[in-house]
């Protein structure tokens, strides 16, 4: 297999510091790296459809919520793991635009449903369609069989930083 740049790195630091274990750069920095990429082709993906990345997060959630799409402010500031205020300002460019609807809560005047607009179902469509595409050519290097054993790998790195969000996202 041809070297890459943490190749590079590690042996530089190997050479520097062999005191130290640098083996978890060999994994992280190129995890590092690829979510670079993989950042690039998202923020690609969702521009070609007119939407921001915190954007496309906010109409994916209400989107994976089931019909009638709609979820508390709450409920969405925790699935795209943002501040209320800054789930706030994405809730108004989004209204603004008309791809999602602010609704009372009928089971509590106080509160607000946010409900994702037909406008909105077909943006955050069209986007996830072109952002599978762009991860579809992120990932053909690696055979079927490795991208599932990658993605088992990865799965249990990853699991004790989450969130349960299976309660976040149903109703």
């Not at 069209?126 to 069989?145: F, G, I, M, N, V």
């Amino acid at each position: 297999m041809s070297a890459d740049s943490v190749d590079g790195i590690v042996r530089a630091w190997r050479r520097e510091r062999p005191d130290l274990d640098v083996a978890p750069l060999e994994v992280l920095s190129r995890v590092t790296r690829l979510a670079r990429h993989l950042d690039l082709a998202r923020r690609e993906a969702f521009a070609r459809h007119g939407l921001e990345t915190g954007e496309f997060d906010v109409l994916a959630a209400l989107r994976r919520s089931g019909a009638p799409y709609e979820l508390s402010p709450g409920r969405l500031g925790t699935a795209t793991l943002v501040s209320s205020g800054t789930t706030t300002n994405r809730l108004d460019r989004l209204e603004s635009a008309g791809l999602i609807e602010r609704l009372p809560d009928p089971a509590d005047r106080r509160s607000i449903r946010v409900r994702l607009t037909p406008a909105g179902r077909q943006r955050v469509d069209a986007a996830l369609t072109d952002l599978l595409e762009s991860e579809r050519h992120l990932l053909a290097a690696l055979p079927r069989s490795d991208q599932l054993r990658l993605a088992k790998l990865l799965k249990s790195l990853v699991l004790p930083f989450d969130i349960d969000e299976a309660t976040v996202i149903t109703r």
